[in-house]
């Protein structure tokens, strides 16, 4: 069940008015709604995966109460280093397992043949895991107290709408908004509803015509043109970010009509003016994790190597962002490359710079700003060719390909008609994003006059009925 399916639209609908108009009075009887609406949904999806998410909750739950009980700190430590190893090995085990084998094995025996294990890689399981190493973590730290209640802490980590991709969302954050009562408010309720709205656009609207675009060009790009493989790296940079980010609008907007507040996932993050930036507004939800739990402490183990240090810090940060992606060279390589992108950034200083809002106050951006943002978006498009190959040597001989004489013939593969109306449409995409870069999301329109409103409203619905029903699943359910 997908958030752009039928089948979820009835979901919804009766979620929405179980819990607005029978449970109303009761935030126990809306968590218990929830609990089981959220189970639901996760069987669904798929069903065997449900013990695996209900021993991280049953573990986790348990050792935080164990952590915050020892007194003697080396204990403490070991403590928590088992729920560590614990979390870290199940999530190892069913989507690293044949990874790390093959590798190990061809580094002994290069000849050798490999036979890969079936092991099916739970649903979610990525970014459940690392809510709950958090959660850990922070109880160990004392950042937060250990939840007594089951059942709250089983509800925060199946919320549906986060469950399968996120946000990454801290229990600090999310289980104050569960164990208070949350009053029916209009606003927010329409606002959740024009967030799905862009959410649905993202997804079946742009993502999915990009990947008509992009499938049949990867699958054979050694017969294409320098400038086709140039110009459909564009097109699937796009895809992949309006398939996320269409997600995690939809999770957010979902969530707001049960009057759930969850973080922001993506910030118009091709509106950044260089690659620290970027990160800070791309993915936001894992960004911050990274940044909390790795990168903040082992800075601060090489504080004493300064910029060095700090170099080494980011690289593995990012060799870790690329590995919790997937299970596959291609992702390694794909977070190294970012990593080495911060080492100019890092000498420069500009590191920490943020540009919240490029250009306020613009209707353009500034020659500047335009030529800063084109390089970034360059160097982010050549890297996820890695993020999209199968192989490195796949990857390698792609660009390969764009950097070739024929980069400047002109792309015939691609150059129709329709495919100039999907450019037309990610004009219109990036130029909303453009216009309501200041604001908490992209179609946060509530200030505009009711006509200009409701002739954004008709022209996204008859696009919407346009595509017809997207049976296509998000990107990141793989991950």
Known sequence: MIFNSYDFIVFIVVVFVLYWFVFKNSAKYQNILLLISSLFFYC????????????????????????????????KQLVLWFGIIVNIGILGYYKYFNFFYESIQ????????????????????????????????????????????????????????????????????????????????????????????????????????????????????????????????????????????GYSNMAIGVSKLLGIKLSRNFATPFFSLNIGDFWRKWHMSLTSWMLNYIFTPLSFILRSYQKLGLIISVVFTFLIVGLWHGANWTYVVFGLIHGLYFIPVIYSGSMNISSAIVDENKWLPSIFSIFKMAILFMQVMLVAIFFR???????????????????????????????????????????????????????????????????????????????????DAFIYFQF
């Open 44 to 75: 669904w999806a798929d069903w065997r995966f449900l013990g695996i998410l209900v021993f991280n909750i049953l573990f986790n739950f348990y050792l935080a109460k164990k952590i915050d009980k020892v007194n003697k700190e080396k204990t």
């Open 106 to 245: 061809s580094i002994i025996d290069p000849n050798a043949s490999f036979t890969a294990l079936s092991i099916l890689i739970p649903l979610g399981i990525s970014f459940y895991t690392f809510q709950t190493l958090a959660y850990i973590i922070d109880v160990y730290y004392e950042d937060i107290a250990p939840y007594n209640n089951l059942f709250v802490f089983s509800t925060y980590m199946t919320y549906f709408p986060k469950l399968l991709s996120g946000p990454i969302e801290k229990a600090q954050y999310l289980i104050p908004q569960l164990i208070t009562k949350r009053p029916f408010d209009y606003y927010i309720i329409v606002d959740g509803l024009r967030q799905i709205l862009w959410g649905l656009f993202a997804k079946i609207v742009i993502a999915e015509n990009c990947a008509i675009i992009v499938n049949p060009i990867f699958e054979n790009y050694n017969i294409h043109s320098g400038s086709t493989l140039f110009v459909v790296g564009f097109f699937y940079m796009i895809q992949l970010y309006a398939d996320f980010s």
């Open 389 to 471: 190959a199968e192989s490195i040597s796949m990857a390698i001989n792609y660009l390969k390909g764009i950097f070739s004489a024929s980069l400047l013939q002109i792309p015939y593969a691609v150059l129709n008609g329709r495919n100039i109306l999907i450019v037309l449409l990610i004009v219109v995409f990036l130029g909303l994003e453009w216009i309501n870069r200041g604001k908490a999301h992209d179609l946060e329109i509530s200030n505009y006059p009711k006509i200009i409103r409701w002739v954004l409203y008709i022209f996204i619905f008859l696009l919407l009925l346009f595509a017809g029903q997207s049976t």
